[in-house]
């Protein structure tokens, strides 16, 4: 092999690392999916006794940021949007057990107190309401909750007491859309899709 051959190899290895390189930077910003809960507003049932609804919204997860107090919980998207996927942090820095939780959506109109819509449950560990989801301890990760792609406006979260007392704290929920999970109906884990989690 001659000198000019080398080259021209070498310039043709160095040009498809440089393309993949762009290709591999343009598909990770493809990959970012939106924090769609970001700064929405936040309605609480009431029994605040630390911090604002708006914690539950402002993208913060540490765990000494949360809202003590309400039992119930709801975001409001302003537009119904498509969902598939949510997580949810309670207060985790001890590894306690929040219980009777429950996750859903409206998909028509929300209403402080009740939802006028059709509600449909994406996670539901309440005995009572033959829940068959399981409470687990929190942690710094979250919980992370996938289902089939809904459209709604409303997200609604109930919690009881937990393991240490009898109160909720509520650290923040967050909303994706997964375009690879949009047929899924059990997966709680996440997909080679999420890239960087952005926040509006």
Known sequence: MNIVNLKNITKLVITMLCALIVTH????????????AFEKPVWTDGGIGQGEPKL??????KSESYLG??????????DPIEINTIRIWQFWADGRTYLNRKIAFDTKSGEKGGFKGKEIVVFNTIKAEKGKDKDEKETAEG???????????????WAGENTVNEWSHW??????????????????KLTTSWGQIKNR
């Open 25 to 36: 930077e343009a598909l990770s910003q493809d990959l970012e999916i939106e924090n769609l």
């Open 56 to 61: 539950l919204t402002d993208g913060n997860t």
């Open 171 to 188: 650290v923040e929920i967050q909303a994706f859309l997964d375009p690879d999970l949009m047929q899924v109906t059990q997966a709680n």
């Open 69 to 78: 107090g309400p039992r119930v919980v709801e975001i409001d998207f302003e």
């Open 143 to 157: 919980r992370l909750i996938t289902f089939d792609t809904i459209k709604a406006q409303y997200l609604r979260a």
